[in-house]
């Protein structure tokens, strides 16, 4: 082994994927003998812009701030059990260097699930999946079990993870995601052992044994299925149909450091404070969309600090989707499909078929906001009362809290949102659940919401915890002709949210709105 220890992240290059497909065009390459091929590109050093910008013709002349970037990859084959492997070392911003498409998703990641130490975990990054999918990343001061991490196994995409390995040969701490990442004793002249032991572990199924649900999202390989999957998307986005179709970051940024983005890297490109999936097919030109063109596409994040590059990724990658075929569900997320393991699709939509559906009448939708209908709602349902706004200041900080938007005469608290293409039902399902709780629980937040209750449904006595079986929580989803589909993972949300309150008691129920005219897909403050 190398006497100094070396931070290395390591890719495996899919089997199939030719030497000369795995590089962009156009980078230097030379030959190391008896190690592998080794590409960059020249580094120049430049003056930062915002040394210039801010001081302008003022500049400090005793400074000369310089900055360069220097990304490098290193090819090398080895020969396991018959089969040539093909590896990528990324040096610097390598990783810019490789073409999309050509590394095996999750090999980082399995590898640590395999070779960790039990209950050593110390940092996650995960996705949300949902109709606003949310990176996130939580890290903790000293190594713990899974649970620590309040992970979502039925909606958490886990993209890496770092735990503590307990073969000393890939160092102490270890990173996996689609790369591996150590800081190992290993240089050029030896790097070829440590790759043989990232295939054993990578190509092992023991983490399944406690990390099975990892495969509960699994990423789709089938070219034929692909393909299938693919078309369905061009034909959405060609027509016009952006149902379930989302565009989002596909990686974790620092919000803090991103000024914009742009749809396309030339200096004319459309700016946008946030990605939208409308916006982006306009900046298309009216041109047919394949996927070519997704991929050429380049989404750029614009830094506040010096309005440099901060990052940048195709607009395939940006796409969210989901869609059915042949009765299964997928997802596209980060420029990767994935399957819904059967036994969980299956689970969820049973679990949401068994939701009743609510002993309420209301009036369809044909108003100019969810304020307007809900009050007219309100005067169509006797011994009701309008809670819609009625915000209530709890939890510490600027929290605010809405009890419901419709409490009727026999104790149904009723949750009222337009479907739409945003966070919005989402947003519907967590405010039940949280009002709900905090009702049961909390008699501070009781007398908060007595001061804003009308006479008639006040309650005796605030202080008193009520019983939750004198109430029924309806979920009142506004849009089409009442027979509103929800996306996948809304269902998985409304789900969790129905286990939350049913805990305490509540009964719960969904209710289908039909809107008379066409629903507006924009937000409703």
Same mark, same amino acid.
């Given at each position: 082994?190398?006497?100094?220890?070396?931070?290395?992240?390591?890719?495996?290059?899919?089997?199939?994927?030719?030497?000369?497909?795995?590089?962009?065009e156009g980078v230097l390459s030379s030959e190391i003998d008896g190690i592998g091929t080794f590409f960059g590109a020249d580094s120049h050093a430049v003056a930062p812009s915002?040394?210039?910008?801010?001081?302008?013709?003022?500049?400090?002349?005793?400074?000369?701030?310089?900055?360069?970037?220097?990304?490098?990859?290193? #090819?090398?084959?080895?020969?396991?059990?018959?089969?040539?492997?093909?590896?990528?070392?990324?040096?610097?911003?390598?990783?810019?260097?490789?073409?999309?498409?050509?590394?095996?998703?999750?090999?980082?990641?399995?590898?640590?699930?395999?070779?960790?130490?039990?209950?050593?975990?110390? !940092?996650?990054?995960?996705?949300?999946?949902?109709?606003?999918?949310?990176?996130?990343?939580?890290?903790?001061?000293?190594?713990?079990?899974? =649970? =620590?991490? =309040?992970?979502?196994?039925?909606? +958490?995409?886990?993209?890496?993870?770092?735990?503590?390995?307990k073969d000393k040969r890939f160092g102490k701490m270890i990173t996996g995601r689609d790369s591996l990442t150590v800081s190992a004793k290993f240089d050029a002249q030896d790097?070829?052992?440590?790759?043989?032991?990232?295939?054993?572990?990578?190509? !092992?199924?023991?983490?399944?044994?406690?990390?099975?649900?990892?495969?509960?999202?699994?990423?789709?390989?089938?070219?034929?299925?692909?393909?299938? @999957?693919?078309?369905?998307?061009?034909?959405?986005?060609?027509?016009?149909?952006?149902?379930?179709?989302?565009?989002?970051?596909?990686?974790?940024? +620092?919000?803090?450091?991103?000024?914009?983005?742009?749809? =396309?890297?030339?200096?004319?490109?459309?700016?946008?404070?946030?990605?939208?999936?409308?916006?982006?097919?306009?900046?298309?030109?009216?041109?047919?969309?394949?996927?070519?063109?997704?991929?050429? /596409?380049?989404?750029?994040?614009?830094?506040?600090? %010096? %309005?440099?590059?901060?990052? &940048?990724? *195709? $607009?395939?990658?940006?796409?969210?989707?989901?869609?059915?075929?042949?009765?299964?569900?997928?997802?596209? *997320?980060?420029?990767?499909?994935?399957?819904?393991?059967?036994?969980?699709?299956?689970?969820?939509?049973? %679990?949401?078929?068994?939701?009743? *559906? $609510?002993?309420?009448e209301l009036p369809n939708y044909e108003h100019d906001g969810e304020g307007e209908y809900n009050e007219a709602a309100v005067a169509a349902t006797a011994g009701a009362c309008?809670?819609?706004?009625?915000?209530?200041?709890?939890?510490?900080?600027?929290?605010?809290?809405?009890?419901? +938007?419709?409490?009727?005469?026999?104790?149904?608290?009723?949750?009222?949102?337009?479907?739409?293409?945003?966070?919005?039902?989402?947003?519907?399902?967590?405010?039940? $659940?949280?009002?709900?709780? @905090?009702?049961?629980?909390?008699?501070?937040?009781?007398?908060?919401?007595?001061?804003?209750?009308?006479?008639?449904?006040?309650?005796? %006595?605030?202080?008193? &915890?009520?019983?939750?079986?004198?109430?029924?929580?309806?979920?009142?989803?506004?849009?089409?002709?009442?027979?509103?589909? #929800?996306?996948?993972?809304? /269902?998985?949300?409304?789900?969790?949210?129905?286990?939350?309150?049913?805990?305490?008691?509540?009964?719960?129920?969904?209710?289908?709105?039909?809107? *008379?005219?066409?629903?507006?897909?924009?937000?409703?403050?």
């Amino acid at each position: 082994m190398a006497d100094t220890t070396n931070k290395l992240s390591i890719y495996l290059i899919k089997t199939g994927i030719e030497d000369a497909k795995v590089i962009k065009e156009g980078v230097l390459s030379s030959e190391i003998d008896g190690i592998g091929t080794f590409f960059g590109a020249d580094s120049h050093a430049v003056a930062p812009s915002w040394f210039r910008k801010f001081f302008g013709a003022a500049t400090p002349s005793p400074f000369q701030l310089l900055s360069a970037s220097a990304k490098g990859v290193l #090819l090398l084959k080895r020969t396991f059990a018959g089969q040539e492997r093909l590896f990528a070392i990324v040096f610097g911003t390598g990783r810019f260097l490789l073409n999309d498409g050509v590394v095996e998703e999750r090999f980082g990641l399995k590898i640590v699930l395999n070779t960790m130490v039990e209950d050593s975990f110390r !940092s996650f990054d995960r996705t949300t999946l949902g109709s606003a999918p949310k990176q996130s990343r939580e890290q903790t001061s000293r190594e713990s079990a899974v =649970g =620590g991490f =309040g992970i979502d196994i039925e909606q +958490d995409l886990v993209r890496s993870v770092t735990a503590r390995s307990k073969d000393k040969r890939f160092g102490k701490m270890i990173t996996g995601r689609d790369s591996l990442t150590v800081s190992a004793k290993f240089d050029a002249q030896d790097i070829g052992d440590l790759l043989d032991l990232m295939v054993t572990q990578y190509d !092992s199924k023991s983490y399944q044994t406690d990390y099975d649900w990892i495969d509960q999202i699994a990423d789709v390989r089938d070219p034929t299925r692909r393909t299938a @999957l693919i078309d369905d998307l061009l034909l959405r986005l060609n027509g016009g149909n952006f149902e379930n179709i989302w565009m989002a970051a596909p990686d974790i940024i +620092d919000w803090v450091d991103i000024k914009e983005f742009k749809y =396309g890297a030339g200096k004319k490109a459309p700016h946008t404070a946030d990605l939208d999936i409308e916006e982006f097919v306009v900046s298309m030109g009216g041109d047919e969309i394949d996927l070519d063109a997704l991929r050429a /596409k380049i989404i750029v994040a614009i830094s506040s600090k %010096d %309005d440099s590059v901060a990052d &940048q990724w *195709n $607009a395939y990658r940006c796409i969210y989707a989901e869609t059915s075929i042949d009765g299964r569900v997928y997802i596209l *997320n980060d420029g990767r499909w994935y399957e819904i393991a059967k036994t969980f699709a299956d689970q969820v939509e049973a %679990d949401y078929a068994a939701i009743p *559906n $609510a002993d309420l009448e209301l009036p369809n939708y044909e108003h100019d906001g969810e304020g307007e209908y809900n009050e007219a709602a309100v005067a169509a349902t006797a011994g009701a009362c309008c809670m819609d706004r009625k915000l209530i200041q709890h939890g510490g900080g600027k929290s605010k809290i809405e009890f419901c +938007d419709i409490l009727t005469a026999d104790g149904k608290l009723v949750h009222v949102k337009r479907k739409s293409g945003s966070s919005q039902l989402s947003h519907l399902f967590a405010q039940g $659940a949280v009002a709900g709780e @905090l009702f049961v629980g909390d008699a501070q937040f009781r007398e908060k919401l007595n001061e804003k209750l009308p006479e008639a449904h006040k309650l005796a %006595d605030a202080s008193v &915890q009520p019983d939750p079986k004198q109430y029924e929580v309806v979920f009142a989803v506004v849009g089409g002709n009442g027979n509103v589909g #929800l996306p996948f993972f809304s /269902k998985v949300t409304l789900r969790n949210a129905r286990r939350r309150l049913m805990s305490y008691g509540y009964k719960v129920s969904k209710l289908f709105v039909a809107a *008379n005219e066409p629903v507006n897909e924009g937000e409703d403050g």
